[in-house]
């Protein structure tokens, strides 16, 4: 189509993948899908390659590329597999926009390959930042790559921040809803269950960012992530809880003013942003109707009962390898809890384990912070051998 914007879509087959093609599908001839890739949703990605006829499909899984190539055979839809075929997507050629969806560390070295392109990135999963923040970043001034942010959070603030003198924030606040568990006590935490922390009380995501916002770790990462894209301090950053889950995030300026980020809790509105920025486009959704809601609150926000964002925040102070290690020991974490292996208070204790047993480097490369990542799910798979 020509004068569309064109797009490669990494993780098209989870949540934030699937939301990001309903907005493509709800603004017909604006886009166009050049490359998909998935881990190995045969169907999905079948249905999705039919319906948008990229010119290339990434699967992970090479059985499931075959079933895949098998289904899309002469449609002139190429179908690759491998690790290597979902960097090619990252990096296409024709690609305008890379949307970087892609869950946990999985999707670091995509999104490496996406800036080194120049690519303007819609960056939708924590990790890449969190993990490798000061390399992404470094990265993009040299290639001129623009990093374009999904999460609601980091895309209320984008928006706070437009126009603004940088030098007069005073502080960023992300706000968070305090996930399944945010009114049970305490002590109650351990029984809880891994279906109870999957169904979040006003999100729809998946498993991991599900379990990682009842853990309140998603607030960690989250306060990372902004370090890097917004170029703060750590004590410039804060969180308060907000039910409602309408006010996204908040800036606050030197002079006492605030600015504030409002809109329904749909991901398909930041991802529509991200997008068609710099241009703001219609919507069928109505915005909040703040008179309906009646109310919006902000409550503290209890560290001490949520010790994962005191992890994030140990971690992003240490830096160098550090944040690898805190994002490796969460991703096992939680998928012990989702397997009923572990209870859920366990997760916070086997990252902090974790952290202590790392001996510190400076992070310096990719390639040292992906073997920080491997070194922590090496020690935790042996921590976890009888």
């Not at 690790?83 to 995509?110: F, K, Q, Y």
């Not at 568990?181 to 002590?187: K, Y």
Request: glycine content about 6%; hydrophobic content about 45%.
């Amino acid at each position: 189509m020509a004068g569309s914007t064109r797009i490669a879509l990494l993780g098209a087959t989870g949540s934030i993948g699937r939301q990001t093609l309903d907005v493509i599908e709800a603004l017909p001839g604006l886009f166009q899908v050049v490359a998909l890739s998935c881990e190995r949703s045969v169907e999905t990605v079948i249905s999705q390659a039919k319906r948008h006829r990229p010119q290339l499909v990434a699967v992970s899984d090479p059985a499931a590329a075959n079933a895949v190539a098998s289904a899309l055979a002469g449609t002139g839809i190429t179908v690759e597999s491998g690790s290597d075929a979902v960097i090619e997507c990252a990096r296409h050629p024709d690609a305008d926009i890379v949307v970087a969806a892609i869950a946990g560390v999985a999707g670091l070295r995509p999104v490496w390959e996406a800036v080194r392109a120049g690519k303007r990135v819609a960056l939708a999963n924590k990790e890449p930042l969190v993990v490798a923040g000061h390399l992404i970043v470094a990265e993009a001034e040299r290639s001129g790559a623009h990093l374009m942010p999904v999460d609601s959070e980091h895309s209320a603030i984008f928006q706070s921040l437009l126009g603004q003198d940088r030098e007069a924030v005073l502080r960023v606040i992300l706000t968070a809803s305090g996930g399944a568990f945010r009114d049970v006590p305490e002590d109650e935490l351990d029984r809880v269950t891994p279906a109870q922390a999957l169904a979040h009380p006003t999100w729809k995501m998946g498993p991991k960012v599900t379990v990682d916002s009842a853990t309140l770790m998603n607030k960690g990462l989250e306060l990372i992530e902004a370090r890097w894209l917004f170029g703060l301090e750590q004590h410039q950053l804060d969180i308060v809880l907000h039910r409602e889950s309408i006010v996204h995030s908040l800036v606050q300026f030197v002079d006492g003013s605030v600015i504030a980020h409002m809109a329904q809790p749909d991901m398909r509105i930041p991802i529509q942003y991200a997008l068609t920025f710099p241009r703001r486009l219609a919507r069928v959704e109505p915005p909040p109707d703040l008179a309906a809601l009646g109310a919006l609150r902000f409550e503290p926000f209890d560290q001490e009962r949520w010790p994962c964002v005191r992890l994030a925040r140990e971690a992003m102070a240490r830096g160098g390898t550090a944040p690898a290690v805190l994002a490796a020991a969460d991703e096992v974490a939680v998928a012990r809890f989702v397997a009923g292996r572990i209870p859920f208070a366990r997760i916070a204790k086997l990252i902090e384990e974790a952290l202590a047993a790392h001996r510190p480097a400076p992070g310096d490369s990719l390639e040292a912070l992906l073997e920080a990542d491997r070194d922590t799910r090496r020690h935790l798979e042996e921590q976890s051998t009888p």
